[in-house]
């Protein structure tokens, strides 16, 4: 372009008094990885030997990087690395063919490492941001493919190294929301690819011959998949609503959606049958079902109401906001407290969330057929207040056969609660508010449903099957 190549030659954007320092750096390089390799043979300091042919030239070169300061579009960084790596590689041949020899099998994991190592310098050294990071990422599969193939469990060392490096990069790393990418971009590339080759670094690392591959090592490239998953999930959401990842969630529907795709990943955790029993399955679950439950009644009960932030929920009736704050995360709740095994005393005090998310559900719909889609305004109508009423006793009503039918004492002790308030708002607060015929329509329906609810009760106990569960 303009008479200047695209790509320049390798070393071109160094200075000429640069070509002795290399030299040197080079021989030094050659005088460790030849005189390690020969040395380490029946070598009563294999480990020794070994390491010095394999990681001294890979620290040179980073060395000589370091100290020249080359700009990115110098080639001849990236190709070094590679042959470098080619090398390495190439030393494995022989040191696999006489592995049984004292010492080699350590010799033969060391120069797979360094390969690895050397790979991973020259990605340094090309790439940037998000690739540089998939870039390492990617050599987390690569060794557990080494280890599982060759039987070199020394080199679960070094994939812990490389995992806990990538795991910074992605997890720990403040920068990484400033990557220049707008929208979804590299949030795609940048979180599914490591957690892909963090999930089958894993299944290759516990499928191991010897029958001993499930370890430290293994827990943590799964904790590392299920994390890189769900920020994938949650940046993903946010790059989506709001278009940046610089500005947290501060709408109701934001966060709602960031608290449906915990619930929905700590469901799909507990009903997995390959992930249910792993003990990073077991804690992810619970952890990110805990997230969603101290958001839930942190933010959409308190902080993010509608009823006094003036957020619009939406014209539609039932499929609105409403649904995605309250509802659907009650529903999932409610589904993951039945297919987790949490011990009996807790299900009671653990299932209050969801009824009490059900519960302003219904208020907020209540409110919202007679408000439109902003709730916080002053007015209350008698039809109002007499809807809710009505609403509570019928969601009561259905909670008391669920309770019956499937004998859930916890329920069953929740829906009489609920009625009692609906007496006592009867008696203590329509009796004052209400005039004319919503008056009468009050104590009229509620003799009729204490009447149903009395039949109810005596017509399911007799009925609900024996073998059903029972929590007192």
Do not use: C
């Not at 904790?223 to 940046?235: M, N």
């Amino acid at each position: 372009a303009d008479g200047h190549p695209i790509v320049p030659p390798p070393g071109a954007g160094l200075p000429f008094q640069s070509g002795r320092f290399l030299w040197a750096v080079g021989g030094f390089a050659l005088l460790y990885g030849m005189g390690g390799f020969i040395a380490l043979w029946r070598s009563t300091r294999a480990a020794l030997w070994s390491s010095l042919a394999a990681w001294m030239p890979v620290v040179l070169l980073a060395l000589a990087y370091w100290r020249l300061d080359p700009s990115q579009a110098d080639t001849l960084w990236p190709v070094a690395s590679l042959a470098l790596a080619a090398l390495l590689v190439a030393g494995t041949g022989p040191l696999a063919r006489h592995r049984h020899q004292p010492g080699v099998s350590l010799g033969l994991a060391a120069f797979a490492a360094g390969a690895v190592g050397a790979l991973s310098l020259g990605a340094v050294m090309m790439l940037r941001e998000a690739w540089l990071t998939v870039a390492l990422a990617a050599q987390v599969p690569v060794l557990a493919w080494l280890e599982r193939r060759m039987g070199l469990r020394s080199l679960r060392a070094v994939i812990l190294l490389v995992a806990g490096a990538v795991l910074v990069r992605l997890a720990l790393n403040p920068s990484v929301l400033e990557y220049g990418e707008e929208g979804l971009g590299w949030i795609v590339y940048g979180y599914g690819l490591p957690a892909a080759g963090f999930f089958l670094a894993a299944h290759w690392l516990r499928s191991a011959p010897d029958g001993k591959g499930d370890d430290g090592v293994v827990a943590l490239l799964e904790a590392g998949g299920l994390a890189f998953v769900t920020l994938l999930l949650s940046l993903g959401i946010q790059a989506l609503t709001r278009g940046t990842l610089d500005e947290p969630p501060d709408t109701l529907r934001e966060v709602a959606l960031h608290t449906l795709v915990w619930l929905a990943l700590a469901l799909l955790l507990a009903t997995g049958r390959r992930w249910r029993t792993r003990p990073v399955a077991v804690w992810g679950r619970r952890i990110l079902a805990g997230l969603a439950a101290l958001q839930a009644a942190a933010l959409h009960l308190v902080a993010l109401n509608p009823l006094w932030s003036d957020e619009a929920v939406g014209a539609w009736p039932v499929a609105n906001t409403l649904l995605l704050a309250y509802g659907l995360p009650a529903l999932l709740g409610l589904l993951f407290l039945w297919v987790e095994p949490l011990p009996a005393r807790l299900r009671p005090w653990v299932g209050l969330l969801p009824l009490m998310l059900l519960g302003m559900n219904l208020a907020l719909e209540i409110r919202h057929a007679f408000q439109g889609p902003v709730l916080s305004g002053p007015d209350l109508p008698d039809a109002e207040w007499y809807g809710y009423s009505v609403g509570f006793l019928v969601a009561a009503v259905l909670m008391l056969v669920a309770a019956l039918r499937y004998r859930l004492g916890w329920l069953r002790h929740a829906a009489m609660a609920l009625i009692l308030a609906v007496v006592a708002k009867v008696f203590l607060s329509d009796m004052a508010e209400l005039g004319g015929l919503y008056r009468v329509a009050s104590f009229l329906g509620l003799g009729l449903s204490l009447i149903g609810v009395g039949y109810l009760y005596r017509r399911l106990q007799g009925t609900a099957p024996q073998g059903g569960q029972t929590v007192a």
